[in-house]
């Protein structure tokens, strides 16, 4: 590839060290690998070119690592799969994005895009900074993965458009501490009532939405994925259509001591609801518990505790009829067919005159006597 | 304001239903009657059941007749305790019976006590066992059964008071089953609405930056402490009525109250109406458990009944002495069961005889007491025979009595058989044919042989020395109707006892559902009218997160899910495939939720169906496996009639249980097959 007519031409950004170079090799045709490191830093970037485009950025953004945490953040993965993703991918020594993609966690696609994207952002960044130490191989590279193509000329049209823009748009997003809201939360002021009716780009709408008084924009960039340039800019838009507003004196300690209280005071209402309740359980349990010795016995156990002596009394009767079968026996009874051999208790607790199985002590009843007793004129049990 | 009143309502709700004072129980008494049989009848009785063990058919035949002859004479409507015996004797020994003696025997045996159900019921199974394809006979013999339910006050209580125990204590478990369900299914709505009457904590995380953020210690204690406090609240609300005494069902009541509000317009509300209306029929079953116990304590119309109708013990003709003494206006049961059991001891006696018509004076006049005056006269006569003949003065005045019975009541065969007798015996022959005509259209034909008897002995030229036969073709009035005999029975002297009482009402006593439940019933509507009209929590249609419209505004400064609006806010570079693998692997996590709720379909029948929003289906199966819990629960029945007893329920398992269980675990499983996409 050769330089043409359509080579972008030096503007404010020219006087960075990558703009230039970029430039040269593009200009020369030249392939190779230009490293970037920031003065007074060991921290080094190679940036790979082949036949006028960027195909490979070696930066932690752009791993497989950097890609996955960017997916977590815009919420395609979860910090679970993630962590299980790494250790299946380490258990089964494959890479990670390679299992990401096998379990169909995430597509190729997605991540050679979400690289990419990363790549345009750091070199973006590259591009317009003027402290960088720049130097270039310009050898053929060899064994460096094409992971992306991203075109000289674009990155360089991109790099002046955003030195262009840059001067509006910091007179609104001054700095990453900024922090905006709602034009409807501050003001009051109508917003369309539907969220689809919102006549703003995507990238404007995602900002839009986080947006809400309390995060800054470094925080909006962070939970958008979009770069500092790009949420400043939709920030900018939203700020010419008077959707959102900045939020002057509200830095993040502000927004950090609002949550603070609110969550304080959440808990505190909590508390008081929690001892509240607390308290009125005590109160009744404990004036029920003075008054336990007037409760009334369950008469539902009465009733299940009388039901035997009462099939006992019953059989007692039709054996007093018999001549063979002793009422005194049970088990003269159960072979009569008279009682279940499991009403063995009641039986006792019946010929030993007692009618209440929980009161062992209690006086022999007169009529459970007379029952037991049988009529007068039977002479004829052993 | 509306926050403070629905926590104000909250708080005070479960204190309502705190229970008051209880009252105290009467103590507890098995209170077994004494049985004494007329000696008379007793030996034959005796004989009976000794000849029935050693299968001698002619000599069971002779004493059954016998019996039956003594009983008439006695003027005793059934011998229960010789027919309970009976009963419990043939039921091991009938099937060792050649066939055609054995149906014989239980159809002959239904004379000794013709108002004794069991009886009739024994005919059913002798003829199943003996003659299986002799349907029409088993149906007619159950169907006297039935009809002689109606005239067994003492069964048919007992009957009621068992059914009611099981119907009351399936309501209860299906009741707190239900409301259990359903608040299970709508807790996460009300937990979030719970949580916003009280200040707002920072927002939910939306990115990993907060998440990151929110990891932080002093985040993840505050927030853990929030939502344990949330938790705390929640709970102690909704489950403070069980230690405050308001036991399983008021909180039940308290559950549906408060999740009212986020039931569905169909059929979940119509269903949570049906569970509180469940409460309303508590009332009346604890009551009507509790009938058989109350009647048969003290001085109750059952004595009468008994000593009217059957035998009874000399203690209890002291009760009826002491009722009869009393200076409170006299009742007329009591005063002819006073006379009547006077009577079956000794019917032959002059002095006894005169002595229970003058006892029939301090009765007010009924046409009972009219024929009882009658067959008390008629039995006079005899016993007073002048020489060979009945005294002719009583006679007259027994035709008389006889005669005036019938112009109130025309079709009584009781007065026409007296009249009958008393012309027979004055010699008014064609009179006595042209009653017996009457009475021939009105008997049964089982006793068309007393006509042929009557007949018979009164043309005697000796009757006095056949006065056994003719005293034993007087008949007494009939057994009252059971309406007849708990008449008069006020609420206030049953003690109502619900089932598993302590578990379900705690200390509520059962008296207070009679307008706790109405009350509730009220409070539901209410509740569900007034909370439609609140911006209520719901779940996302889309996503199935929890949310309402104000947490919706505060976190996008819209109306709509902010969980859906993150999703339509992602990035561009993200593969649409990969959003729809997403959505895969939430589809994947919800289809577990729903494996989870149909095995819980299969274990507990009814739950599932609830949780899926089946709600009339959980219902009914939910219904079906409290009753069938019951029978597990619970397979023998509390109440016992001590007269009638005729001997346990057979050793074996029961069969009926595990059949049931088993139909409704079925159709849950069918059920929840049938319905596995939804």
């Given at each position: 590839?050769?330089?043409?007519?359509?080579?972008?031409?030096?503007?404010?950004?020219?006087?960075?060290?990558?703009?230039?170079?970029?430039?040269?090799?593009?200009?020369?045709?030249?392939?190779?690998?230009?490293?970037?490191?920031?003065?007074?830093?060991?921290?080094?970037?190679?940036?790979?070119?082949?036949r006028g485009r960027v195909v490979s950025v070696s930066h932690n953004n752009t791993t497989i690592q950097g890609v996955a945490?960017?997916?977590?953040?815009?919420?395609?993965?979860?910090?679970?799969?993630?962590?299980?993703?790494?250790?299946?991918?380490?258990?089964?020594?494959?890479?990670?994005?390679?299992?990401?993609?096998?379990?169909?966690?995430?597509?190729?696609?997605?991540?050679?895009?979400?690289?990419?994207?990363?790549?345009?952002?750091?070199?973006?960044?590259?591009?317009?900074?003027?402290?960088?130490?720049?130097?270039?191989?310009?050898?053929?590279?060899?064994?460096?993965?094409?992971?992306?193509?991203?075109?000289?000329?674009?990155?360089?049209?991109?790099?002046?458009?955003?030195?262009?823009?840059?001067?509006?748009?910091?007179?609104?997003?001054?700095?990453?501490?900024?922090?905006?809201?709602?034009?409807?939360?501050?003001?009051?002021?109508?917003?369309?009532?539907?969220?689809?009716?919102?006549?703003?780009?995507?990238?404007?709408?995602?900002?839009?939405?986080?947006?809400?008084?309390?995060?800054?924009?470094?925080?909006?960039?962070?939970?958008?994925?979009?770069?500092?340039?790009?949420?400043?800019?939709?920030?900018?838009?939203?700020?010419?259509?008077?959707?959102?507003?900045?939020?002057?004196?509200?830095?993040?300690?502000?927004?950090?001591?609002?949550?603070?209280?609110?969550?304080?005071?959440?808990?505190?209402?909590?508390?008081?609801?929690?001892?509240?309740?607390?308290?009125?359980?005590?109160?009744?349990?404990?004036?029920?518990?003075?008054?336990?010795?007037?409760?009334?016995?369950?008469?539902?156990?009465?009733?299940?505790?009388?039901?035997?002596?009462?099939?006992?009394?019953?059989?007692?009767?039709?054996?007093?009829?018999?001549?063979?079968?002793?009422?005194?026996?049970?088990?003269?009874?159960?072979?009569?067919?008279?009682?279940?051999?499991?009403?063995?208790?009641?039986?006792?607790?019946?010929?030993?005159?007692?009618?209440?199985?929980?009161?062992?002590?209690?006086?022999?009843?007169?009529?459970?006597?007379?029952?037991?007793?049988?009529?007068?004129?039977?002479?004829?049990?052993? | 304001?509306?926050?403070?009143?629905?926590?104000?309502?909250?708080?005070?709700?479960?204190?309502?239903?705190?229970?008051?004072?209880?009252?105290?129980?009467?103590?507890?008494?098995?209170?077994?009657?004494?049985?004494?049989?007329?000696?008379?009848?007793?030996?034959?009785?005796?004989?009976?059941?000794?000849?029935?063990?050693?299968?001698?058919?002619?000599?069971?035949?002779?004493?059954?007749?016998?019996?039956?002859?003594?009983?008439?004479?006695?003027?005793?409507?059934?011998?229960?305790?010789?027919?309970?015996?009976?009963?419990?004797?043939?039921?091991?020994?009938?099937?060792?019976?050649?066939?055609?003696?054995?149906?014989?025997?239980?159809?002959?045996?239904?004379?000794?006590?013709?108002?004794?159900?069991?009886?009739?019921?024994?005919?059913?199974?002798?003829?199943?066992?003996?003659?299986?394809?002799?349907?029409?006979?088993?149906?007619?013999?159950?169907?006297?059964?039935?009809?002689?339910?109606?005239?067994?006050?003492?069964?048919?209580?007992?009957?009621?008071?068992?059914?009611?125990?099981?119907?009351?204590?399936?309501?209860?478990?299906?009741?707190?089953?239900?409301?259990?369900?359903?608040?299970?299914?709508?807790?996460?709505?009300?937990?979030?609405?719970?949580?916003?009457?009280?200040?707002?904590?920072?927002?939910?995380?939306?990115?990993?930056?907060?998440?990151?953020?929110?990891?932080?210690?002093?985040?993840?204690?505050?927030?853990?402490?929030?939502?344990?406090?949330?938790?705390?609240?929640?709970?102690?609300?909704?489950?403070?009525?069980?230690?405050?005494?308001?036991?399983?069902?008021?909180?039940?009541?308290?559950?549906?109250?408060?999740?009212?509000?986020?039931?569905?317009?169909?059929?979940?509300?119509?269903?949570?109406?049906?569970?509180?209306?469940?409460?309303?029929?508590?009332?009346?079953?604890?009551?009507?458990?509790?009938?058989?116990?109350?009647?048969?304590?003290?001085?109750?119309?059952?004595?009468?009944?008994?000593?009217?109708?059957?035998?009874?013990?000399?203690?209890?003709?002291?009760?009826?002495?002491?009722?009869?003494?009393?200076?409170?206006?006299?009742?007329?049961?009591?005063?002819?069961?006073l006379v009547l059991a006077r009577v079956h001891r000794d019917p032959a006696d002059p002095a006894v005889l005169a002595a229970?018509?003058?006892?029939?004076?301090?009765?007010?006049?009924?046409?009972?007491?009219?024929?009882?005056?009658?067959?008390?006269?008629?039995?006079?006569?005899?016993?007073?025979?002048?020489?060979?003949?009945?005294?002719?003065?009583?006679?007259?005045?027994?035709?008389?009595?006889?005669?005036?019975?019938?112009?109130?009541?025309?079709?009584?065969?009781?007065?026409?058989?007296?009249?009958?007798?008393?012309?027979?015996?004055l010699g008014e022959r064609s009179d006595m044919e042209a009653t017996l005509t009457r009475l021939v259209q009105l008997l049964?034909?089982?006793?068309?042989?007393?006509?042929?008897?009557?007949?018979?002995?009164?043309?005697?030229?000796?009757?006095?020395?056949?006065?056994?036969?003719?005293?034993?073709?007087?008949?007494?009035?009939?057994?009252?109707?059971?309406?007849?005999?708990?008449?008069?029975?006020?609420?206030?002297?049953?003690?109502?006892?619900?089932?598993?009482?302590?578990?379900?009402?705690?200390?509520?006593?059962?008296?207070?559902?009679?307008?706790?439940?109405?009350?509730?019933?009220?409070?539901?509507?209410?509740?569900?009218?007034?909370?439609?009209?609140?911006?209520?929590?719901?779940?996302?249609?889309?996503?199935?997160?929890?949310?309402?419209?104000?947490?919706?505004?505060?976190?996008?400064?819209?109306?709509?899910?902010?969980?859906?609006?993150?999703?339509?806010?992602?990035?561009?570079?993200?593969?649409?495939?990969?959003?729809?693998?997403?959505?895969?692997?939430?589809?994947?996590?919800?289809?577990?939720?729903?494996?989870?709720?149909?095995?819980?379909?299969?274990?507990?029948?009814?739950?599932?169906?609830?949780?899926?929003?089946?709600?009339?289906?959980?219902?009914?199966?939910?219904?079906?496996?409290?009753?069938?819990?019951?029978?597990?629960?619970?397979?023998?029945?509390?109440?016992?009639?001590?007269?009638?007893?005729?001997?346990?329920?057979?050793?074996?398992?029961?069969?009926?249980?595990?059949?049931?269980?088993?139909?409704?675990?079925?159709?849950?499983?069918?059920?929840?097959?049938?319905?596995?996409?939804?």
């Amino acid at each position: 590839m050769t330089p043409s007519s359509r080579d972008p031409e030096p503007q404010a950004s020219s006087g960075s060290p990558l703009y230039r170079t970029l430039l040269e090799a593009y200009r020369s045709g030249r392939d190779g690998v230009i490293t970037v490191a920031r003065s007074g830093e060991d921290t080094r970037t190679p940036i790979t070119l082949r036949r006028g485009r960027v195909v490979s950025v070696s930066h932690n953004n752009t791993t497989i690592q950097g890609v996955a945490s960017m997916l977590v953040r815009v919420g395609i993965l979860s910090d679970r799969e993630l962590e299980k993703a790494r250790r299946e991918a380490t258990r089964r020594e494959v890479y990670l994005e390679d299992y990401l993609v096998q379990r169909g966690l995430i597509s190729k696609g997605t991540i050679a895009a979400a690289r990419e994207k990363a790549a345009v952002e750091l070199l973006m960044d590259f591009l317009l900074r003027h402290d960088l130490e720049v130097t270039a191989t310009w050898s053929a590279p060899r064994g460096v993965r094409e992971t992306f193509a991203l075109p000289i000329p674009y990155l360089l049209k991109e790099a002046q458009r955003r030195a262009s823009l840059a001067p509006a748009i910091r007179r609104v997003v001054t700095g990453p501490d900024c922090v905006f809201a709602k034009a409807s939360d501050v003001h009051g002021r109508e917003v369309p009532a539907r969220w689809e009716d919102l006549q703003v780009s995507a990238a404007e709408r995602q900002v839009y939405f986080f947006v809400d008084g309390r995060r800054t924009v470094s925080d909006l960039i962070l939970a958008t994925s979009q770069s500092e340039f790009e949420v400043a800019l939709a920030l900018h838009a939203l700020v010419e259509m008077q959707l959102v507003i900045p939020v002057h004196g509200a830095g993040p300690g502000r927004a950090t001591r609002h949550a603070e209280r609110s969550a304080l005071a959440r808990i505190g209402g909590l508390t008081v609801a929690v001892i509240a309740l607390l308290g009125v359980l005590y109160l009744v349990l404990g004036a029920g518990a003075g008054g336990q010795a007037s409760l009334r016995p369950d008469p539902f156990e009465s009733l299940l505790q009388e039901a035997p002596l009462r099939r006992i009394a019953g059989a007692i009767r039709i054996a007093n009829l018999c001549a063979d079968v002793d009422p005194t026996s049970h088990e003269d009874l159960v072979r009569a067919g008279l009682a279940l051999p499991e009403d063995r208790r009641a039986s006792i607790l019946l010929r030993a005159g007692q009618s209440d199985p929980r009161d062992a002590a209690s006086p022999v009843g007169e009529s459970n006597a007379e029952t037991l007793g049988g009529h007068d004129s039977r002479g004829d049990h052993p | 304001m509306r926050r403070a009143a629905f926590l104000l309502v909250l708080l005070v709700l479960p204190v309502g239903l705190h229970a008051g004072t209880p009252v105290p129980e009467p103590p507890l008494s098995v209170n077994l009657p004494s049985d004494e049989l007329p000696p008379a009848i007793l030996e034959p009785a005796r004989r009976l059941l000794a000849a029935l063990r050693v299968h001698e058919v002619t000599s069971i035949e002779e004493r059954i007749e016998a019996l039956v002859a003594l009983r008439r004479q006695a003027l005793i409507a059934d011998l229960t305790p010789v027919a309970a015996a009976f009963v419990a004797r043939f039921r091991r020994e009938g099937p060792a019976l050649d066939a055609g003696d054995a149906i014989r025997i239980a159809y002959e045996a239904v004379d000794l006590a013709p108002d004794f159900p069991p009886l009739y019921f024994n005919v059913v199974r002798t003829l199943w066992t003996h003659d299986p394809a002799s349907v029409g006979p088993m149906v007619r013999a159950a169907l006297d059964g039935l009809h002689a339910l109606g005239r067994y006050p003492r069964g048919l209580v007992t009957l009621a008071g068992n059914l009611a125990f099981r119907a009351s204590l399936a309501l209860s478990v299906a009741f707190v089953l239900l409301a259990g369900m359903l608040l299970f299914r709508h807790v996460r709505r009300l937990a979030h609405d719970v949580g916003d009457l009280f200040p707002a904590a920072p927002s939910h995380a939306f990115s990993a930056s907060e998440i990151a953020r929110s990891r932080r210690a002093r985040f993840i204690t505050e927030s853990g402490l929030a939502r344990a406090l949330a938790a705390g609240v929640a709970g102690l609300a909704l489950f403070l009525p069980i230690p405050l005494g308001s036991g399983l069902v008021g909180t039940g009541l308290l559950w549906l109250i408060v999740v009212g509000p986020y039931l569905r317009r169909g059929g979940e509300t119509a269903v949570a109406a049906c569970s509180v209306a469940f409460a309303f029929l508590l009332w009346p079953l604890a009551v009507l458990t509790g009938l058989p116990g109350s009647l048969a304590r003290g001085d109750g119309p059952l004595l009468a009944w008994r000593c009217a109708h059957e035998t009874c013990a000399s203690r209890d003709i002291e009760a009826l002495e002491a009722i009869a003494a009393r200076d409170d206006a006299p009742d007329s049961r009591s005063a002819i069961a006073l006379v009547l059991a006077r009577v079956h001891r000794d019917p032959a006696d002059p002095a006894v005889l005169a002595a229970a018509l003058s006892g029939l004076d301090a009765a007010p006049a009924d046409d009972a007491v009219a024929l009882l005056r009658a067959d008390f006269t008629l039995l006079l006569a005899l016993a007073e025979c002048e020489g060979p003949t009945p005294n002719r003065d009583r006679l007259v005045e027994a035709r008389k009595g006889f005669e005036s019975v019938p112009a109130s009541s025309p079709l009584s065969p009781e007065a026409l058989r007296g009249l009958a007798i008393a012309q027979g015996l004055l010699g008014e022959r064609s009179d006595m044919e042209a009653t017996l005509t009457r009475l021939v259209q009105l008997l049964p034909e089982r006793d068309l042989a007393s006509v042929m008897a009557i007949r018979a002995t009164t043309a005697r030229e000796n009757p006095c020395a056949h006065a056994a036969t003719l005293r034993a073709e007087v008949r007494p009035p009939p057994p009252p109707g059971v309406l007849r005999v708990l008449r008069g029975i006020t609420l206030a002297s049953v003690l109502p006892v619900l089932a598993q009482e302590a578990t379900f009402l705690g200390r509520i006593p059962v008296d207070v559902l009679a307008w706790l439940a109405p009350v509730a019933l009220v409070a539901f509507f209410l509740s569900v009218r007034l909370g439609r009209r609140r911006d209520l929590a719901y779940a996302c249609a889309r996503c199935g997160n929890v949310t309402c419209g104000a947490c919706n505004v505060r976190a996008s400064g819209f109306d709509y899910c902010p969980t859906c609006l993150l999703e339509q806010v992602r990035p561009a570079f993200i593969d649409p495939l990969d959003l729809m693998a997403l959505q895969g692997r939430r589809e994947a996590e919800n289809r577990f939720g729903r494996l989870a709720v149909s095995m819980l379909s299969l274990v507990v029948p009814g739950a599932g169906q609830l949780l899926r929003g089946r709600a009339v289906r959980g219902l009914f199966l939910v219904c079906g496996l409290a009753f069938a819990t019951t029978l597990v629960w619970y397979p023998r029945s509390p109440h016992v009639d001590i007269e009638g007893f005729t001997g346990p329920p057979s050793g074996a398992l029961p069969t009926l249980p595990p059949l049931f269980l088993a139909v409704v675990y079925f159709l849950s499983a069918l059920e929840t097959w049938l319905d596995r996409k939804r």
